[in-house]
């Protein structure tokens, strides 16, 4: 018997354990994947795609490449599916690097994925420039209202919209705070809470400002219904409170929201008593970034 | 009930006397008001409460409302009392409410958050995080908040009363030992009364003596002086 055998089974025992651990986590990996398909069938998007991010961490730390290579390619269709094009390009291009680094035979398949989507992006591209070259360019936003709707509903820019959206509610007043948990891991989890301790606080321009973000996350998604609902629930509030600049904020974003619906009437009517709004408050800022959003949307 | 050191010489006699326990020492996972006057020694109490805590490993959620993270350092190093090594060891997180409202920017780091103190749902939210970021390196943790006056500055009061309620009881849940001061008088007379009745223990200063309410119920005084080592309190009596 030697005096270090002591030391020769304790360094087995670890082994052991490290094997045991290795199991545990690609077995945790797995069932995370697991979760997130039922999340993903359920309609849960955020739920399913946090799921498979911290399956997509933990294949990595354990070197398991081919499995972290097909999480990112699912990634990449589950953006693919909500429209978010440039966020799927960015997963499908992270696995092909891992494809391209460790020869897996699923690097065609991916490959081809990122030219459609490369095609697919310089059209789009290219659609915003005409849409933006034929918008009209007088400040009068009654004469924006005269010239009427799109009615190709498909050469309407979401992108551009959506970031005409973005610089008009970062006017408001709560953005400032608030816009910043979108930069949090998780960020829906982040405001839903924060909506949940405004409510408890009572504090309702909190509340109001939150909701408004929470539907101009998921008009970004093109969960165009659902912002709609979050916008009318903002309104509602800015209302309550009366707070002018909330309540012009919110119409837009309603009237935007109906228009992306093809309610083109209704979210005409919302577009308009806001502007009477904007007029009202002597809000320059907030007047050309309305205008510049009425610009999109109308031609 | 568990019981913790406050760090304050003296103190926990005293405040054990008015308790029905044997255990010496502050109540563990309750909450406690400091109300008095200005520049009577609150702040110093939560300085002095909060940097024992630390230097007997006990981590601290630090929420300042009246004076900027500098400032807060600046006061301690008065009585000699660093924060920077737990700042680094992640021991404290601090939530600094004030700085924000001068406009300049601010860097935030792991363990120091920035929030507005007119807008009480993100000094919620923040709290959350801070909680959460403490919790992580102890079960049990002490919580300040120093104070309720500049809240009660920018907000409706019944709006910084309900914040109170949600903050103590999130981190009463989360096993918090809270002590949160307010200046005397700055609110109105229903919603002091309110402030008293939502902490567990009620301490008093008003620059002589300490007089203190305990979650047990008897009450108890005595005289305490402000020295370069920070509050001691003499002998007291039970009233």
């Known amino acids: 018997m030697g005096i270090f055998d002591r030391y020769q089974s304790t360094d087995d025992t670890i082994k052991k354990y490290l094997k045991q651990l290795w199991e545990y986590q690609e077995a945790e990996a797995d069932l995370m994947v697991e979760i997130a398909t039922l999340l993903y069938e359920d309609d849960a998007i955020d739920d399913a795609v946090g799921f498979l991010e911290r399956s997509v961490r933990i294949y990595e730390e354990l070197g398991l490449y081919e499995q ?75 004469e924006i209202f005269d010239e009427g709707f799109s009615d190709e509903m498909e050469k309407v820019d979401y992108e551009n919209i959506g970031s005409k959206l973005d610089d008009i509610i970062s006017l408001l007043d709560e953005y400032a705070i608030y816009g910043s948990y979108q930069k949090f891991d998780n960020p829906l989890a982040h405001i839903k809470e924060a909506i949940e301790m405004s409510r408890s606080i009572g504090d309702d321009k909190g509340e109001a400002g939150l909701i408004l973000i929470m539907g101009d996350i998921s008009l970004k998604k093109e969960e165009t219904e659902k912002s709609l609902d979050y916008f009318q629930q903002a309104l509602k509030k800015f209302r309550k409170i009366g707070d002018d600049k909330g309540e012009a904020i919110s119409r837009l974003m309603v009237g935007t929201a109906y228009f992306l619906l093809g309610e083109t009437e209704e979210g005409s009517s919302y577009l308009r008593e806001s502007m009477e709004i904007i007029k009202f408050l002597h809000d320059d800022k907030m007047e050309k970034a309305a205008m510049a959003l009425l610009k999109s949307i109308y031609r | 009930m568990s019981r913790l050191e406050s760090g304050i010489p003296g103190f926990d006699e005293i ?45 601290c959620l630090y929420i300042t409302a009246d004076e900027g993270m500098k400032q807060l350092q600046q006061n301690m190093i008065d009585f000699n009392w660093f924060l920077q090594s737990a700042m680094d ?60 006056t500049t809240p009660f500055a920018f907000n409706p009061e019944p709006m910084v009363v309900r914040f109170l309620k949600t903050y103590i009881r999130r981190l009463k849940e989360a096993g918090a030992t809270i002590i949160f001061t307010c200046t005397e008088g700055i609110v109105s007379e229903n919603t002091e009364k309110i402030l008293k009745s ?24 005595a005289k305490y002086h402000i020295t370069d080592k920070g509050i001691i309190v003499d002998k007291g009596e039970v009233l």
């Not at chain 2, 004030?98 to 709290?127: Q, R």
């Open chain 1, 68 to 142: 972290e290579a097909s999480i990112l390619d699912l990634m990449g269709d589950v953006y693919l599916n909500m429209d978010e094009n440039n966020t799927a390009l960015k997963y499908y291009r992270k696995c092909h690097q891992i494809c391209t680094a460790k020869d897996l035979p699923i690097i065609e398949d991916v490959f081809n994925k990122i030219q459609e989507l490369e095609e697919v992006e310089q059209t789009s591209t290219k659609i915003g420039t005409e849409t933006s070259t034929s918008s009209v360019d007088e400040d009068s936003y009654s």
């Open chain 2, 15 to 59: 405040f054990s006397s008015v308790s029905d326990f044997d255990l010496t020492g502050f109540p563990g996972n309750t909450s406690t008001l400091i109300i008095g006057p200005p520049k009577v020694g609150k702040s110093i109490f939560c300085y002095q409460f909060a940097y024992h805590g630390l230097s007997i490993d006990e981590p």
């Open chain 2, 89 to 148: 060891k992640e021991m404290l997180y601090v939530i600094d409410s004030i700085s924000s409202l001068s406009g300049a920017s601010i860097e935030t780091t792991n363990t120091y958050n920035l929030s507005k103190i007119n807008d009480p749902t993100d000094l919620m939210v923040k709290v959350g995080l801070g909680t959460r970021f403490v919790f992580k390196k102890s079960e049990e943790f002490r919580s300040v908040f120093d104070s309720l």
């Open chain 2, 198 to 221: 939502i902490a567990n223990n009620v301490i008093m200063m008003d620059g002589d003596y300490i007089t203190f309410r305990s979650i047990e119920g008897p009450i108890g005084t």
